[in-house]
Structures are given as C-alpha cells and as structure tokens.
C-alpha cells in the first residue's frame, strides 16, 4: 500500500508550498521527501503547531545527526524556502539561519569515470540474482545510456515507449529540469542495444504500448528515481570502484565523465571548445553555458594536449624558436 504523504500539522501547506515551486518550473523531489519527513516529526513531537518554531526546527534536524553534514545543510535550505513562504501567513514562522547545523562538508570531487570501469560496472549486473532475470538486463542498458548520452538519471526512468525511435535513433527527453524538453541523437549500437533490451522486455510480457515506461524492474514495476541511484551505487561498490578521497562515485558522476569526454574530443580533433560548448549545452538540457562548465574536469591527458598546442602556438612567433 503507498504510503500517503504530508498527513502532519504542515501537510497542507507543504503540498502547497510544492505546487507552488513546481509552477515555477522546479521539479522538487528531494525536497518533497524532506518536507514530508519535517511533517511526518512535527506529527508526533508537534502534532498541534500552528507556527513554526525554532524549538521545531531544531528538534526535526536532532533526528538527522546521521545524515552527512552537506545532506543536512541541503536540509536546512529546503526549511528555509519553506519557511520564508510560510511568513507571508504568520509572522511569527521562524526562518532558520544558513549556519544552523555549522559548515558542510569540503565539495565532492567528481569522479571522472575511465572506459574500463563502465565495463567493470555493467558487468557487476549479472549478479543481480533475482526471479525476474530482466532485472540484470535493465541496469546494464540503463548504465550504457547514462555513459553514452549524459542523460540524468531521472530523465532515463522516466522514459517511455514513445519517446525511443530506434528507427531514427532518436530520443525524446520531455520536460524534464525547468521543464526543458530535447531531442537526443543515438549511435546505431545504442540503437540496437536500447531494440535489444525491448525485444528482452517483451519476452517477459511487458507492453509494448506508447505510453508503458520503458525500463522495469524485478518488482514488476516501472524503474523509479528513488531506488534506481541506489542500486547503481550498490553496483559500484561492489564493483571496487573508488573515488579519489575512498568513497563510492555517485550516480551523477556519470554525467560529469559524459561531458568531460566531450571537452577531450574537442581538444583531439582539433575543434574550438568555445564554439562547440553551446552544442553540449544544449544536448545536456543546460539553460546556458556556465551550467555545462561546472562538469568539465580536465584530465591530465586533456592538459597535456592542451600544453602541446599551447607550445606549437608560442613557436609560431618570431625568435620563440630560440
């Protein structure tokens, strides 16, 4: 049975609070799981509060100690927002400060994931033994086509029947961030491994129906993007795979290697980064520029190519050669 959310003192005003955020153009999942949980809290510590409080909110985050200090500072910002729209109804509504539950942690390096270790990954699939056997199936196609498109996560769960031509080799990605839909071009092996999968899919009996979600999993129901990331990391763990400072990559590093390939191949063949960003820009779904940047990491075999044209550009002058 499906739980029922926000059935606490704040419900009503938190599903507001989301509508509200969502007509704006934010998808809004995290905070929504967050938001029920301080509401779930106020329900059994609170259960007759009218204002927010700081004793409220305090008491919600005691019971977080142990989430990682960047996941309870992402807490505090979504109280935040809630809060500041709560005050235009009461004036009293307590909106904590930034630093309630002190400094996050040091920002994550992304892990810039190498050829080798996606293989490695998809392969730690085939020991998912579950009964339905389509399980190993749709995370081994799922984690080829977050390492081939750059897709997020929440995009490739969320597709449909409809919105994969294999015979144009295209993909439709709708409305996803900021509402934003985008057409992505597929290779003729991704093509064949997405007419693979569907061909596996139907032999379990699954529809073949526009609308039908494309990728299941062993429950019999649709891959979802609460339990999908989780799973894919569990792979990577047992995988062996590593960040630089020890932990397991996240899901969204992908994503981040994705666009870093991008920037090296530019550099390879010759092109001008600058002119071709835009591009990226706009098959990643980014609004403009600067958020496709934050996933650039140069390797040292991208400023390695980068210093030889460097170099090959000094001794075009006069006297360099000296």
């Not at 007759?48 to 500072?73: A, E, F, V």
């Not at 003729?188 to 032999?203: D, E, F, G, H």
């Not at 960003?277 to 934050?294: D, F, K, R, S």
């Amino acid at each position: 049975m499906k739980k029922q959310r926000f059935t606490g003192p704040m419900g009503q005003r938190i599903k507001a609070h989301l509508a509200l955020r969502r007509s704006l153009g934010f998808l809004y999942q995290t905070p929504e799981y967050d938001l029920d949980a301080f509401d779930q809290h106020l329900a059994i510590h609170f259960p007759n509060c009218k204002t927010i409080t700081r004793k409220m909110i305090i008491s919600y985050l005691d019971s977080t100690h142990h989430h990682k200090p960047r996941t309870r500072t992402g807490h505090v910002n979504i109280l935040r927002q809630f809060c500041r729209y709560m005050f235009q109804f009461d004036a009293d509504t307590y909106i904590p400060e930034k630093g309630l539950v002190g400094p996050a942690s040091v920002e994550t390096k992304s892990h810039i994931f190498t050829e080798e270790e996606i293989i490695k990954l998809i392969e730690q699939t085939k020991q998912l033994h579950v009964k339905n056997t389509l399980l190993q199936y749709t995370y081994a196609t799922i984690i080829g086509l977050l390492w081939v498109t750059g897709m997020r996560i929440g995009e490739v769960v969320r597709l449909k029947i409809e919105d994969i031509d294999t015979t144009e080799g295209i993909i439709f990605v709708r409305e996803t961030k900021f509402f934003k839909s985008r057409l992505i071009p597929l290779s003729v092996s991704t093509a064949n491994a997405l007419i693979a999968y569907k061909q596996r899919r139907a032999c379990f009996g699954y529809s073949d129906e526009a609308s039908t979600p494309f990728f299941f999993n062993n429950r019999d129901k649709p891959c979802i993007t609460a339990t999908t990331p989780r799973t894919i990391r569990e792979l990577m763990y047992r995988a062996g795979l590593k960040t630089a400072q020890g932990g397991t990559p996240r899901v969204h590093d992908i994503r981040h290697s994705f666009a870093t390939r991008w920037l090296l191949d530019f550099y390879q063949s010759g092109k001008d980064p600058t002119v071709y960003l835009p591009v990226l820009a706009t098959y990643m779904g980014h609004a403009n520029i600067a958020n496709t940047q934050v996933y650039l990491h140069p390797s040292i075999e991208l400023l390695s190519i980068a210093n030889q044209k460097l170099h090959s550009y000094l001794l075009s002058f006069p006297g360099e050669r000296s």
